[in-house]
């Protein structure tokens, strides 16, 4: 139906929270998919979701969330390889979820090897990206970035001004890849 109403392109979301909606992946499935993180579902969806668009001749581009880890504060549901349990150093918790931290250097090369898992594993034909940014301001809470910045921000006046260039860093990165 979406072919007969001229739509060309499909965004399919292959990562909500650090987690896949496809087989060739680092991080655990998706609960998404199955109702628990880790549980694989059977078939690899993004697999199913390139052939079958493709035989449309639609494309399918492969949306990520970059820096969500988690949508809520149960993180005791999270798998047990869940990188926010392998990697805790790399985490902050703001407004009762957990974030990567965009500004480590390693996080920023996590985040784009996952993306590059994709890209070298699958004929999707583009990448798109939710939420590529620090989060919104919350009344009475505080980013836990503050010793990250103390290690790295050393190039610039204010710690927003070194936030907007992690984000850069990692488009930059990106592209390059």
């Given amino acids: ?9 499909i965004m399919f979301q292959v990562r909500p929270a650090a987690d896949a909606l496809y087989t060739k992946s680092r991080e655990p499935w998706s609960k998404y998919l199955t109702g628990k993180q880790g549980q694989a579902p059977g078939y690899d969806p993004l697999e199913f979701a390139t052939t079958e668009a493709h035989k449309r ?3 399918l581009h492969a949306w990520f969330n970059p820096y969500r880890a988690t949508f809520d ?3 005791w549901t999270l798998a047990p390889e869940h990188i926010t349990r392998t990697k805790p150093e790399w985490f902050f918790i703001y407004d009762g979820i957990k974030l990567f931290n965009p500004g480590l250097p390693e996080v920023r090369e996590y985040i784009v090897q ?3 898992d994709v890209v070298k594993n699958y004929d999707v034909d583009g990448i798109h990206m939710d939420d590529y940014f620090y989060p919104y301001p919350v009344r009475g809470q505080v980013i836990q970035d ?6 790295y921000g050393q190039d610039f ?3 927003k ?3 907007r260039d992690n984000v850069d860093k ?4 990106l592209a390059d890849s």
């Fill in 73 to 75: 504060n149960k993180f």
């Fill in 157 to 159: 006046d204010n710690i």
């Fill in 57 to 59: 001749g639609m494309e």
């Fill in 1 to 9: 139906i979406h072919q007969q109403n001229g739509i060309n392109a």
């Fill in 146 to 151: 503050a010793d990250t910045y103390a290690k």
């Fill in 161 to 163: 001004d070194w936030r």
């Fill in 114 to 116: 996952v993306i590059l």
């Fill in 170 to 173: 990692l488009v930059h990165m």
